[in-house]
C-alpha cells in the first residue's frame, strides 16, 4: 500500500505521469446514472484499459457523463468526480481506482502551498504562454484553516471563505463551495463570502462561479478560520464540452420567477445598430414583453409598464428609454449582471406590482489599468478602470453618447435638418475596502435624451442617481449594509405645433432613500436577513407654461407632491430537511402623501368633474394628507426530488404607490409620475406560481416550467380623452380597476459546448377591468378586455454557435401573437365626410410579429501580449425584412376609410461595430 | 399631429433606413348596424336638414338611408318642429324653424322613432352665440414634406384668426368648402363627328371649370387653456400645386360654429380617432358616442350628434398673381398629345361617345394628333362651366 501511494505521491507532484500515452487519445463516452460497473464495462471495451477495483465499491456508484472527442484522463476525472474514487494509470493500460480519502489524508500539508501537475505537451516552456491556454489540467490547491493546536474534534466549526476573481479582486457572487463527501457547501453572497460549519478534518472541495475555472482544493481545517480562494477566468477549448451535474450558468430555476444573467454570456447577441441592450436581452425570455418594437417599457407577466421597477446598482431609474424607447438607458459595458425577479420577490424589494430589474454594475479591475469601449452606427463608447488604491481602492468610469444628429443633418430635407435626435450616459463607480470587514462603494449615474421634431416638439429628459453604500461586517455570521441613495428624474417638453397654444412643461421627480439591512447566518440552514429603508418623494408636476411670444397659453400649475414611504422587511429561509427548503418574508410599508395640498371633495352621485365639486380640504406643509400601510407576505417552497429535478412555489404579494400617467400606447418622454393620494390607492398585486425544473445532462440541457397567476387591484387607468397636461387633478381623468393575468412559461437553456444558447415559450393572458357603480366610472362599460400587451404566443430562441473562439455566430428569433388593437368596425358618414365606428377597447390584433436576426463576431488574434483587442461584429437586424406593423392607423378618405401600417424597420439593416479593450481576448 | 407623426417617421427612417408605410386592410370585422344622426340646426335661415342613416360595412361603403322616419325637433319651451323626409333623397329630413327661436340662449333637441318601433332623443344643445371671423390668410411655404418623402411639396397653408371675448363661447369648430377655377389643356379644335372636323377658331365653350369641394378635415380649437378667448393663427388646411387649385383662382369658404362643451368633446373625439391614430405618443382610438340615445333599447349605441349652432361665415380668395414669383410652380400638369398607330378607335366610335376631340398637334409638328377627352372639355373633371356668384373680380 504505501509503495502506491507514494506512487501516487510522485504522480501527483512531478505529473509527467499522463504524459503522451494512451490516456491522451479521446473518445467519447454518454452516461446518465449508470451503474459503475455498465461504465466500466463500455469503458474497457472502447479504449483496450483495463480497471483494477474492488468488487463491492462499484455497486453504490453512479456515473454520470456525457462527452464527445475528449481525452480519456478528462473524461475519467469527469466520470469519477461525483464519486468517492480517484484513479492511478499503470503502464500499460491498468486503471486502478482508489478511494480518494485514502491517499489524501497522507499528503504532508504545507500552507499555502500549491501542488500542481505540469502538462508536458508538446509546447515547450517559452511557447506555452505565447496563446492563450485552454483549459489547464486540474490543479489541487491546498489550504490549512485554523490552528492545530485549537483543534477540538467533537465539535463543528465554522469556516468563512472569501471567493474573488484573481484578475481584478472582485468578489465572485454566487460561487460554490461543495464538499463531495458531506454532499455540502455554500454559495457566496454579494460579498463574495461564504461560512460553513464542519467537523474538523481534511475534505476534498469544488469551487465553481459562473465564467471561471473550477478550483479542485483540499480543505485541512483545523479551526475555525477565513481563507481567500482566487479563481481565473476560464477560456474554453474549442472542443470542450462540461459535463458533470452541476450547471455552471443556469438562467432560471434557483427561485420561482427569477431570471439571472451575466451580461458576458449574451454579449454576442445581435442588436439594433449594434447597441447591446440588456432590456431587449430581457425580451427573450418569457414572461416579459413590450407593445411593440422600440417602444419603451416592458410588461412582465401581464403587468401594466409602470410595475416594474429598475434598479442600476441601488439607483432606481424612472425612465428606461434613450432614443423614443428603441435602446435602453442601461449602457450594458457598465453592466455585470441583471436579475429579473418577477415570480417570488425576496421581502427586501417592494414598491413595484410586477418585476424587480436588478442591474449589478461592474467594479473595477483592482490590479491595473484597463479601458474598452466601441463604435456602433448609432452610438460610440468607452470605459476605464483601474487601481486607486492598490488591492484597496478601484474605479470605473463610463461614458456613452449618440451622434445620430450628424446623419440627420446631412439629409436634403429642412424637416429633418431641423430636427434633432440626442443622447448620452455616464456612470462612476468607485469602491474602498478598508479591510476584510468594512467597504465603501460610490455609484453615479447620468442619463440624457434630447430630441427635437422640426422645432415643433421638443423633449428632453434626463435621470441622474448616486448611490453610496457602506457594507460592515461584524462576525462571520452577521453582516450588515447601509446605504444613502438619491435618484432624479426630470423633464421638460416644449409644444409649438400652434404658436398660440405652444407650450412649455417643466416636470421633477426626486427619490431620497435610505436603507440599513442585516443579514444574519443563524446556522448552516438558517438564514434571517432584515432590515429598513425609508424613500421621500419630492415630485413637482410642473407648470404648463406659454412658450414664445405669440403663445396665449394660460398658467396651469399641475402642483407638487411630497411623500415618505417607510418599509420594514423580514426575509427568513430555512432548510428544514435536505431536501425541503422554505423561505418567508415579510414586507410592511407605510406610504404617508404629506401636504401642502388642496384636496376637492366631489358630489359622489354625479361624475368627477370640476363642476362637481363641493368642497376642498387644505392641508398645511408637512401635515399628513393620507396614510396608507401595506403589508405583504412573501412566501417560497423548494423541493428537490433529486439532484437533477427540483418543484418549487411561492406566493408573492407586492404593492405600489406611483404610477405613471400616461395615455398613449407606449410610455412616452411626457409622461408622469404620480403618488397615491386623497384619491388614488394603493394598488396591489397577488401572485401564486410553481415551477418544475430539471436538468437533463446527458444533454446538458436544463429545462424549466412555470405557471403563474396573478390579480392586481387599484390599477390606474386613464378614461377615454384624458390629457394630463390640461387638467391637474388626476382623479377626474382616471379610474382604478382590476387587472388579471395567467400564464405558463418554458425554457430549454444550453448554457455549454458549440452550440448553446435558449428557446423559451410563453403561453400568457392578460386582462383589465375596469367595473364600477356608476357608469361613468367604468372603461368599456366595465366589461373585461386585454390589455395592450396581451400577446398570448410568444417564442424566442437564441442560439449562439461557437466556430472557435475567434468566431461566434448569434442569431435570435421572436415571434409573437400580435398585441390588441381597436379597429374601426364600420364606417358612417356625417356632415359630408366618413367616420369609423371603433370596436370595443383592444377587440382585435395587429398581425403577428416575426423577426430573425444575426449576428457575426469576429474576435482578434488569441496572442497572450497584446496592447489591444478588438472584435468585429456584424448584425443583421430584421434578417427576413418583414414588416412587422408598429402601429395600424386610419385615416379617413372622401369615401371610406383607409388603414395604413407602418413599419418601423421592414427591411434587413445591416450594421457593423467595432469593440475594443485593452490587453488581450481574455482581458476583462 | 399628423404632420409631427410624419416628422417622427422620417427621423426614424433615417436614422434606422427602414421605415415604410404600408396600406392595412383589415379582415373579418364583425360590424353592426347602428343608427346616425347627422344635424347641425343653424342660425343660417329657417331651412334645417337632419340625415339620419345606418352605419355601413367596412369593406362596403354604401350610403343606407333610416326611411319613413318620424322627426321631430324640440326646443326649450317644448314648441315641436317636425321635419318631413324629402321625396327625392332617402334618409333626408327637412324641417322649418321660426328664425325668431334660432337666437343664442335658445336650446333644442331631436326626437325620432324608426317604423320598427326604436325611439330616440337627444339631450337640449344650446344654441351659443358665435363672434364674427376675425380674419383668414394663408402664408406660402415652398418646403413642406409629407408622408416618407424627401421631395418637399410646395403650397399654401391657411389660417384663421379667433378673435372675440367671454361672452361667447370658447369651443369653435369651423368647416371649409374650396372653389377653384381650373381649365382644360386645349380648345377645341378639330374633332370626329362622323367625320373629321376642324374649326376655323378655336372653342373655348369647355376650356374653363369651376369646381366646388368641401374638405374633409375636421378643425377645433377651445380657447379654454388660454388666458384670453383669442386663438391667433389656428392651422387650417395646406393646398400643394400639384393640381390646378392655384393656377388661376382659388377661394376658400370658413364657416365658424360656436361649440357647446360637450360637442366639441364630441369633435375632438373624431378628430382624435380620424386624424391623430397612428403616431407613437398618441392617444389610443375609442368609441365616440354623440348626445343621441336610444329610449327603447337602452344599450343600443347610437352614432352622430345632434348639434345646435350659430355660424358666422368668411370667404377669401387667392389668385396666381398674389403667389407669383413667392410659390413655386414646379408642376406641369398639361395633357400630352400623341399619335395612334391607328384610328379605327375614333373612326369606328359608336355615335353615343361624339363629338370625339383630337388634340392640337405639338408645335412644329402636322397632322392628326390625340388626347382624352378630359383635356379638352373640363367638365369631365367634375367642375361646371357656370361662374360662381362670388366669382366677381
Redesign the interface.
Known sequence: MQRIILFILSSILFGGLYAQNIVNDTISVHFLNSSMSEFVENFEHKTGLKFIYKEDWLKTTSITVNVDNVPINEVLEKALFRTPYTYIFVEPNFIILVFKESFVNKIPFYDGIEISYEQAEGLGQQDKNKYLKGRQPDEKIVINIGNGVKVVNSNKVNIQAKIIDIENNDPLIGATLFIEKLKTGAATGVDGNLTLSLYPGIYSAEVSSIGMATVKCLLNIKSSGAFKIEMVKEVRSIDEVTVNAEQKYKIRGSEVGLDKIAIKSVKELPS??GEKDIIKISQMLPGVVSVSE??SGINVRGGSADQNMFYIGNIPLYNTSH??GFFSAINSTVVKNFSIYKGHVPAKFGGRLSSIFDVETRTGNKNKFFAQGGISP?SANISAEGPIVKDKGTYVVSARSSY?DW??QR??????RN?S?FFYDLSGNINYEFDENNSLSLFNYYSSDF?N??K??EYYYSNLGSGLNYFHRFTSRLKSNVSLVYARYNFNSKDM?????AYSHNYSLQHTEAKASLAWLLSDKHSLSFGINSILYNINRGI?E?YGI?S?????NLGKENAIESAMFVDDSYEITKNLKVYGGVRFSVFNNIGPSDVYLYDENLPREYNAITDTLSFENGKSVVRYSNPELRLAFDYELSSFNSIKFSYNEMSQNLFLLS????V?P?DQWKLSDYYIEPARSRQISGGYYQNIISMGLSVSSELYYKTSGNVLEFK??ANFI?TKDVEIMTLQGDQEAYGAEFMVAKDEGKLNGWISYAYSRSFMKFKGEQPWEEINDGIVYPS?FDKPHVLNVVANYKFNRRIILSSNLLYSTGRPI????????????????????NE?RIPDYFRMDLSLTIEGNLKANKKLHSSWSFNVY?LTGR?N?Y???????????????????????ITVSWNFKLGNYAAD | ?Q??RI??????L?????????????AN??????I?V?A?ITDESENQTI?I??????HN?V?KPVLDANVEVLNRDGQIYIFEELNNVQGVYNGKIAEADLIPGNAFKIRFSTTEGAMYESGFEEMLACPAIDSVYYEIDN?R?FGNS?E?ERGVEFFIDLKTDDNYSSQYRW?LKETYEYRSTWPIQTYWDGRFITLPTPDYTYYACYRTL?I?QIFSAT??????N??????LHFVNNRTQRLFYRYSLLVKQYSLTEQSF?YW???K????N????????????MGNVVCITNPNEEV???FGVSSVSSHRIFVTRNDLHQKLIYDQNLDCVQWQPTRWDFVTNSSEETWPVYLAPPPEDKVGLWYAPKWCIDCRLEGGTLEIPEFWSK
Request: aromatic residues 14%.
Open positions: 439594433l445598430m422600440g417602444s432614443l423614443f448609432i445620430s446623419i440627420l439629409l436634403p430635407n429642412d424637416d429633418l430636427s435626435v430630441f421634431l422640426n415643433l416638439n405645433n400652434n404658436a398660440t397654444e404648463i406659454p405669440n396665449k397659453r394660460s398658467l396651469n395615455n398613449t400606447y407606449s412616452a411626457t377615454d380623452g390640461n395592450n381597436t379597429l374601426p368596425q364600420s364606417i358612417y358618414f356625417m356632415n359630408g365626410s366618413s367616420y369609423a365606428d371603433y370596436s370595443d377597447r382585435y430584421n414588416k406593423p402601429t395600424v392607423y386610419f385615416v379617413s378618405q372622401n369615401y371610406g376609410l383607409q388603414g395604413y401600417q407602418y413599419s418601423v424597420i421592414g427591411v434587413p439593416v | 399631429m404632420r409631427i416628422i417622427f417617421y422620417i427621423v426614424l433615417s436614422i434606422f433606413h427602414g421605415s415604410c408605410i404600408d396600406e392595412y386592410h383589415a370585422l364583425n360590424s353592426t348596424k347602428k346616425v347627422d347641425q340625415k342613416s345606418y352605419s355601413t360595412a367596412i361603403v350610403w418646403d414634406y424627401f418637399p368647416q368641401p374633409n380657447t379654454s387653456n388660454l388666458d384670453q383669442v386663438y391667433l393663427k389656428y392651422p368633446n375632438e373625439k373624431l382624435g380617432n380620424n386624424q391614430s397612428g403616431g407613437l405618443y398618441d392617444s389610443q382610438p375609442q368609441k365616440v352614432l352622430g350628434y
